[in-house]
């Protein structure tokens, strides 16, 4: 029944009549026809195993993934993917200014992490941070007016890339490990108070050798923090790639005492399974595990890095033909019949829509006042005044 509705379609596509209509009437008859009688509700998938530390057995190697979850991936993906390019444009165009670290490549790290936790969870990563404060509940218009400076960004214009935060959502950090300890202290929190939350710390693998992190995961372990220690792992700290960097790339083996996994990094199905099972160990009182997710940016380090003095273009070309993770999922959803390639190029066409008007409001929103300079400095206080560059000028600080 199937085909032969399938090839009535067809002929109806290749008449003169939808040729004289570009075909988007009839189109639209497919795509809709397809979305009321055809598509599978959801479908099983495998997927690769982790690498365990300290574990009996690791996450499933199957999962299932309905229809609806598929598109709301396909399109968070899409959307930071498209996100990150306009960045790219804004700052080449001298809109955006300063340090802008860009996250396409590592889009199923941020999504899958976010499909595996809850709202009321708590999140913190280093400065390349733009897709986790998309999926931790950001418009895209507040993370471009962000980093454009403005008034109507999610920092009210003053964070910049590094910068950005929401509710349980505690940047973008511009120290380079610095915010390990931090998450520590939101686990330390969330066990104090007795919330059945975790936190999730999220570094590189630059800064996966650092004292501090060290020093976080003994007092993590002896104090059983709900704590998710989570090494964004793309192979390549700043320039240096991390067989030159590091003794051991083994990053989940770092915690040594801690239990760890590693992870597909490029498969959002991979990171939200391993992202559950870490959730459920934390929230089980066992303490905190460590995630090492394999992953890799197509950017430079930062703007600043054209990204192949120290790699090859076609290293680059290998990962986006072989491993892309929006690539792997349309394919998955495609060939399982959850979506077809019209409705996911519709998805496409909006995306790239809502990124041009984010994008216009980011270039044309006034930029925060200078009285308003030392504003937000403390949550929920009383106003007072700060002393600015000279001891004359006062400026006053209101939450």
Same mark, same amino acid.
């Given at each position: 029944?199937?085909?032969? =509705?399938? @090839?009535?379609?067809?002929?109806?596509?290749?008449?003169?009549? #939808?040729?004289? &209509?570009? %075909?988007? $009437?009839?189109? /639209?008859?497919?795509?809709?026809?397809?979305?009321?009688?055809?598509?599978?509700?959801?479908?099983?998938?495998?997927?690769?195993?982790?690498?365990?530390?300290?574990?009996?057995?690791?996450?499933?190697?199957?999962?299932?993934?309905?229809?609806?979850?598929?598109?709301?991936?396909?399109?968070?993906?899409?959307?930071?993917?498209?996100?990150?390019?306009?960045?790219?444009?804004?700052?080449?165009?001298?809109?955006?200014?300063?340090?802008?670290?860009?996250?396409?490549?590592?889009?199923?790290?941020?999504?899958? =992490?976010? @499909?595996?936790?809850?709202?009321?969870?708590?999140?913190?990563? #280093?400065?390349? &941070?733009? %897709?986790? $404060?998309?999926? /931790?509940?950001?418009?895209?218009?507040?993370?471009?007016?962000?980093?454009?400076?403005?008034?109507?960004?999610?920092?009210?214009?003053?964070?910049?890339?590094?910068?950005?935060?929401?509710?349980?959502?505690?940047?973008?950090?511009?120290?380079?490990?610095?915010?390990?300890?931090?998450?520590?202290?939101?686990?330390?929190?969330?066990?104090?108070?007795?919330?059945?939350?975790?936190?999730?710390?999220?570094?590189?693998?630059?800064?996966?050798?650092?004292?501090?992190?060290?020093?976080?995961?003994?007092?993590?372990?002896?104090?059983?923090?709900?704590?998710?220690?989570?090494?964004?792992?793309?192979?390549?700290?700043? %320039?240096?790639?991390?067989? /030159?960097?590091?003794?051991?790339?083994?990053?989940?083996?770092?915690?040594?005492?801690?239990?760890?996994?590693?992870?597909?990094?490029?498969?959002?199905?991979?990171?939200?399974?391993?992202?559950?099972?870490?959730?459920?160990?934390?929230?089980?009182?066992?303490?905190?595990?460590?995630?090492?997710?394999?992953?890799?940016?197509?950017?430079?380090?930062?703007?600043?890095?054209?990204?192949?003095?120290?790699?090859?273009?076609?290293?680059?070309?290998?990962?986006?033909?072989?491993?892309?993770?929006?690539?792997?999922?349309?394919?998955?959803?495609?060939?399982?019949?959850?979506?077809?390639?019209?409705?996911?190029?519709?998805?496409?066409?909006?995306? /790239?829509?809502?990124?041009?008007?984010?994008?216009?409001?980011?270039?044309?929103?006034?930029?925060?006042?200078?009285?308003?300079?030392?504003?937000?400095?403390?949550?929920?206080?009383?106003?007072?005044?700060?002393?600015?560059?000279?001891?004359?000028?006062?400026?006053?600080?209101?939450?």
């Amino acid at each position: 029944m199937r085909k032969m =509705l399938l @090839a009535v379609l067809s002929r109806v596509l290749q008449s003169p009549a #939808a040729a004289a &209509a570009g %075909g988007k $009437t009839a189109s /639209r008859v497919m795509v809709a026809s397809r979305n009321y009688a055809d598509f599978a509700n959801e479908a099983t998938f495998e997927i690769k195993k982790c690498d365990l530390h300290r574990l009996e057995e690791g996450p499933s190697t199957t999962t299932v993934m309905t229809r609806e979850e598929g598109l709301q991936y396909y399109k968070t993906m899409q959307t930071i993917r498209r996100m990150e390019l306009k960045s790219d444009q804004l700052y080449k165009q001298k809109i955006i200014r300063g340090f802008c670290h860009l996250y396409d490549g590592q889009e199923a790290c941020c999504v899958g =992490l976010e @499909a595996a936790i809850k709202p009321t969870d708590h999140v913190i990563t #280093a400065y390349r &941070a733009h %897709g986790f $404060t998309y999926t /931790r509940g950001v418009p895209v218009r507040e993370i471009l007016a962000e980093l454009t400076g403005r008034k109507g960004g999610c920092a009210k214009g003053k964070g910049g890339s590094m910068h950005m935060y929401t509710k349980n959502f505690y940047g973008g950090n511009g120290i380079v490990g610095a915010q390990v300890p931090l998450g520590a202290g939101v686990a330390l929190a969330c066990k104090y108070f007795g919330k059945n939350e975790i936190c999730l710390t999220l570094y590189g693998d630059g800064a996966a050798n650092q004292g501090q992190i060290f020093e976080t995961y003994n007092m993590a372990a002896l104090w059983k923090l709900p704590c998710i220690f989570i090494c964004e792992n793309n192979r390549y700290g700043m %320039g240096t790639s991390v067989e /030159r960097a590091a003794a051991s790339t083994e990053y989940y083996r770092r915690g040594d005492f801690i239990p760890g996994l590693r992870v597909d990094g490029m498969d959002v199905l991979c990171v939200r399974e391993a992202g559950k099972f870490a959730a459920e160990y934390c929230r089980s009182g066992k303490g905190p595990i460590v995630m090492e997710l394999q992953t890799y940016r197509y950017h430079g380090h930062s703007m600043s890095d054209p990204g192949i003095s120290y790699r090859t273009r076609e290293e680059i070309q290998e990962v986006r033909s072989k491993s892309d993770p929006i690539t792997l999922l349309k394919d998955r959803m495609v060939n399982n019949n959850l979506a077809s390639i019209e409705e996911l190029k519709d998805i496409d066409v909006a995306v /790239r829509k809502e990124i041009e008007e984010a994008a216009q409001f980011a270039t044309t929103d006034p930029e925060p006042p200078l009285e308003e300079l030392c504003n937000h400095i403390y949550f929920n206080e009383p106003p007072f005044e700060v002393r600015g560059a000279n001891q004359w000028t006062r400026y006053k600080s209101a939450s």
